[in-house]
């Protein structure tokens, strides 16, 4: 049976099939014949911070245009999407935003999606990411609801650097008192994001390492990317992963780690004196493009590919007029098979500097 594309905008194309819905689990897979396995859902696009390489307040002002709640999916029509992207082989749901822990009653929807298995009958691994500005008030009740573990970025431990960078005068002690908290109730491990850049935050990254080093959390530097057209990139800035290896080796002997599963983002280091384990995720200079295995769900019912897309596909209009389970199953196996995303093995390159032209979707509407 031939399959046509699906135009990114054009939701009422989806052809509805005869026969099965979705191909059985482990067999749906991407013109790279990557298999889909892990979902982030944004609930909401907006946040308390306004980070300078995420939602730089010169953009993300007080007259920004956000989204209405009537645009935003509801926590039913996520749990939908949810069961039938698990459906088709996800056995990884994150939340993201924005900050998700602003969205009210995250945890009604974090108590539905925890109720979700794969089709062999195991539960999802259900995470999410939080700048930890509300996680210590917040922790016991997302643990209570299912949430199984919880990533928080943090990008500096000084805290005049981090008041600066979260440009929202918030002071870093609250943060790691929420990351205490976490760990103490049992979301863990707890894992700490810092994205850093050159010139402004490189100074914390041995700061980090020895603050984090057996702790029980696991830190992660992240290359600072070319994400969005708002924040400014500038390749100058980004300091290779290699380097911070590097500099924290210096001080605190490391061993490679072998990674978790092919699909991992962040290579594994441990210390030397079997003190703990870091990350470093190099998606500017490593890219990882071949095993991903992400789709990305936004705030407003929006499917991305990859976290440097300009088009998302659009389910909530199919979730809004009446199609069947069936018919948005065909959609989200159309979407991924046609998937041919690889932005980040292919910078620099002609096609996508022109497409980098292009006004792509910011992190903060899709999540990192």
């Given amino acids: 049976m031939s399959r046509r594309i699906i135009p990114l905008t054009d939701v009422s194309a989806v052809p509805v099939f005869s026969g099965p819905a979705h191909a059985p689990r482990g067999e749906l897979r991407d013109t790279l014949s990557r298999p889909l396995r892990d979902l982030r859902i944004s609930v909401t696009d907006r946040c308390n911070f306004r980070c300078v390489y995420c939602m730089p307040r010169s953009v ?23 069961r039938l992207f698990v459906a088709q082989g996800v056995e990884k749901i994150r939340l993201t935003g924005g900050e998700p822990l602003l969205r009210k009653n995250i945890e009604f929807l974090i108590e539905r999606l925890a109720s979700l298995t794969t089709p062999d009958g195991r539960p999802l ?3 999410l990411t939080t700048n930890g500005s509300l996680l210590a008030r917040k922790a016991q009740s997302l643990k209570d609801a299912g949430l199984k573990r919880v990533t928080v970025s943090l990008d500096a431990l000084d805290d ?4 600066t960078m979260n440009d929202a005068d918030f002071a870093v002690d609250d943060v790691l008192h929420g990351i205490d908290v976490a760990q103490s109730i049992g979301l863990a491990p707890v894992k700490v994001n810092m994205v850093v850049k050159r010139g ?12 984090f080093k057996g702790s029980g959390a696991v830190l992660r530097f992240i290359e600072y990317m ?3 057209t708002s924040n400014g990139w500038n390749m100058a800035e980004v300091l290779p992963s290699a380097q911070v290896v590097a500099r924290i080796g210096a001080q605190f002997p490391l061993v490679p780690l072998e990674p978790h599963s092919a699909a991992e983002t962040a290579q594994r280091w441990g210390y030397a004196d079997g003190s703990g384990e870091l990350g470093v995720i190099s998606s500017v200079t490593r890219a990882f ?36 389970d069936d018919e948005i199953a065909t959609a989200i196996a159309h979407i991924w098979e046609a998937r041919a995303d690889r932005y980040s093995q292919l910078r620099g390159s002609a096609r996508t500097q022109a497409e980098a032209a292009e006004r792509r979707v910011e992190m903060s509407y899709i999540g990192g």
Avoid: Q, W
């Fill in 160 to 163: 005049t650097l981090f008041r």
């Fill in 60 to 82: 993300f002002d007080k007259d920004y245009p956000f989204l209405p709640h009537s645009a935003l999916l509801t926590f039913e029509e996520i749990e939908r999407v949810a």
């Fill in 289 to 324: 493009c071949g095993t991903c295995t992400r789709a990305r769900l936004s705030t407003e019912g929006k499917v991305y590919l990859c976290l440097f897309a300009s088009n998302g596909h659009d389910l909530r209009t199919l979730l809004r007029n009446g199609s069947s």
């Fill in 226 to 228: 070319d994400v969005g």
């Fill in 125 to 127: 691994d259900l995470t």
């Fill in 200 to 211: 402004t935050n490189d100074s914390e990254i041995l700061p980090m390492a020895r603050h």
